[in-house]
């Protein structure tokens, strides 16, 4: 399903909310574009992605169980440690999909 994104953020306004998070599934690519737009409409855009989180990256297999994890960023710092995240999780997919080790996130 194609977000139409000036739809959205116009119904954001017309329900009063004053934030949005929009999630892509192991990259980044929209959020600019929709950071920008919420920016022209006086919206905080809360960067973040679906990634996928397992044991061990350097395991390839498909008893290398794998979940799926909602990142989300409320400041700067976050968002330049997500652009990380998501770069490491690109560099070690298995059948494609873009992963990271548990022991790489830290509170």
């Known amino acids: 399903m194609d977000i139409q994104l ?3 953020i116009d ?3 017309e329900q009063g909310k004053t934030a949005i998070c929009v999630t ?3 990259h980044l690519y929209g959020n600019d574009k929709i950071y920008k737009l919420c920016q022209k ?3 905080k855009y809360l ?3 679906e990634i996928y989180v397992c044991d061990n990256v350097e395991e390839k297999s498909r008893d290398n169980k794998y979940y799926h994890l909602v990142l989300i960023c409320i400041n ?3 968002r330049r440690n997500l652009n990380n995240i998501v770069s490491e999780a690109n560099q070690s997919k298995y059948y ?3 992963r ?3 022991n790489r996130l830290k509170v």
């Open 11 to 13: 119904k954001i306004k």
């Open 76 to 78: 700067e710092t976050g």
């Open 41 to 43: 409409n006086n919206i």
């Open 100 to 102: 990271i080790a548990f």
């Open 24 to 26: 892509d599934h192991g």
């Open 47 to 49: 960067h973040g992605c």
């Open 96 to 98: 494609g999909k873009p």
């Open 6 to 8: 000036q739809e959205l």
